[in-house]
């Protein structure tokens, strides 16, 4: 997205920030060739009682000071509102669109930054749908005061659903797939996945499924029913079994919505990210869905990514759609 801040400077190496409830994911990498980044450090550190100043000084120990940064903002930091254009000149989209969403954002519209994305490619945007992104200013503001700390220039501020894009279209043109319908569906946190649907390296349709705090480490689909007898608590799994279901039934509406809104453009495949549960995941989709589903893997084009925690890889893993950025994509 084009925030008013963007500034262009180029550099060997880049750091990714995501910073949400005072846990900062970062991620310095860079680039090898095309397509390929060595990472030589990620993690996640939690500022705890620091200030912000003490906070970045922890974080200059890492080497993260004096980089070219890029910020993400995480689903909570952030709506994406889909809205027919306003008929005016393209200079003023963002004012129109700031008073055609302002009642359709849970936050009051002046404590919210907003800029546009057209839906999907050249061959859609004829007809005039737009993305809105409203990201909250307390947000942005956190990562811009968490930058000047470390003496970094944020270049870019970018948002979780366009990461997705990037990493899931990198994956589906290795995969054969880049001109083709593909969706990812991607758990963000223990309690929420992300859905999107891309053809031709474009967005074009993003929701968030809210599962319920612990999805992430509950039992799915026959895991979950051969624990339950095992135990004798089949009645007391029922809510993790309802749960399960609800995101295989969410993404069955999506896909049957695909395909009555888009039936010239088949969706090829389904996409799944869920950390180390990923491979698991995806042979439990699979059976539910009878559609062809498919680990979304890039690590191949992120050396270096494989190492470390599980658990901080997972909150890592979006940041690397940053780098993809520039990859022969405007945002």
């Known amino acids: 997205m084009r925030w008013p801040w963007r500034r262009r400077r180029e550099a060997a190496a880049r750091l990714v920030l995501a910073l949400h409830e005072d846990t900062l994911a970062y991620l310095l990498a860079e680039r090898v060739q095309p397509q390929r980044w060595r990472v030589l450090r990620h993690g996640v550190e939690r500022r705890g009682g620091d200030s912000v100043e003490a906070f970045a000084k922890r974080l200059a120990g890492l080497g ?41 954002v849970s936050q009051h519209i002046d404590d919210l930054t907003l800029d546009v994305l057209k839906v999907g490619d050249e061959t859609v945007r004829a007809t005039g749908s737009l993305f809105v992104v409203a990201g909250q200013n307390a947000a942005i503001r956190a990562l811009m005061e968490m930058a000047q700390a470390l003496r970094c220039e944020m270049g870019v501020i970018d948002v979780q659903d366009l990461a997705q894009r990037n990493l899931q279209s990198l994956c589906a043109g290795e995969l054969g797939l880049g001109e083709q319908a593909h969706a990812a569906v991607v758990l963000t946190d223990d309690s929420q996945a992300l859905l999107t649907i891309c053809a031709r390296g474009e967005l074009f349709y993003t929701r968030r499924i809210d599962l319920g705090a612990g999805f992430a480490q509950q039992a799915w ?104 950025r520039d990859e022969g994509r405007t945002l």
């Open 221 to 324: 689909g026959q895991a979950m029913g051969a624990a339950a007898a095992e135990l004798s608590l089949v009645q007391e799994s029922t809510p993790q079994a309802e749960r399960s279901q609800r995101l295989v039934v969410e993404i069955q509406r999506t896909l049957d919505l695909w395909d009555r809104t888009w039936p010239a453009l088949p969706l090829e495949r389904l996409l799944v990210q869920a950390g180390a549960r990923t491979d698991e995941m995806t042979r439990w989709l699979q059976q539910e869905l009878g559609q062809a589903v498919l680990p979304l893997d890039v690590t191949a084009h992120f050396e270096g990514f494989d190492a470390g925690d599980e658990d901080e890889r997972r909150l890592c893993w979006p940041l690397l759609g940053l780098l993809l």
């Open 64 to 104: 993260l000071k004096g980089q070219v940064a890029l910020g993400l903002l995480r689903p909570a930091q952030y709506q994406i509102v889909q809205i027919e254009a306003p008929a005016v000149p393209p200079e003023e989209l963002r004012t129109a669109a700031r008073w055609q969403i302002r009642d359709m």
